[in-house]
C-alpha cells in the first residue's frame, strides 16, 4: 500500500501534514502550529485540534484548491494525471500561487 504525503502551508507557516494511505485521508495539524494561538485554523471545516482528521474523501477544503472544468482538463492532460485523482492533481498544481495563501508541496 503506498502512502503519500504533503506538507500544508499558511503564509510559509507549517500548518501540518496531508496523507492519503489506502484509499483513505489524513490532515493533522503540526504540534508547533497548534502551539501558536496567534496562528488561525486553515478552515472551519478543519479547526484546530490535536487528533487527526480522517476522511474517506478529500476534504472539501482541499478539494476547494483544485481546478475545475477546461482548467482541470488541461492540468490533467499536461502533467499525465488521472482525472479523478484529486490528490496527485493537489500536489503536482497546489505547490504556488493558490486563493487564501495555503499551499500543499509534495513531502
Keep these: 500500500m503506498s502512502v503519500k504525503i504533503a506538507k500544508v502551508y499558511h ?3 507549517l500548518v501540518g501534514d496531508l496523507s492519503k494511505s489506502g484509499g483513505v485521508y489524513i490532515f493533522q495539524y503540526d504540534e508547533k502550529y497548534l502551539l501558536d ?3 488561525p485554523s ?10 487527526a482528521f480522517i476522511s474517506e474523501y478529500l476534504f472539501p477544503f482541499f478539494f476547494g484548491l483544485l481546478a475545475e472544468g477546461d482548467n482541470k482538463e488541461l492540468q490533467c492532460r499536461t502533467l499525465k494525471i488521472d482525472e ?7 500536489l503536482k ?6 486563493i487564501g ?3 500543499v ?3
Excluded at 498544481?93 to 493558490?98: E, H, M, R, Y
Design 11 to 13: 503564509n510559509n507557516f
Design 37 to 39: 494561538e496567534s496562528l
Design 42 to 51: 486553515i478552515s472551519l471545516t478543519l479547526p484546530k485540534r490535536k487528533e
Design 84 to 90: 479523478n485523482d484529486n490528490f496527485t492533481r493537489l
Design 93 to 98: 498544481t497546489a505547490g504556488k500561487d493558490t
Design 101 to 103: 495563501g495555503v499551499i
Design 105 to 107: 508541496k509534495e513531502d
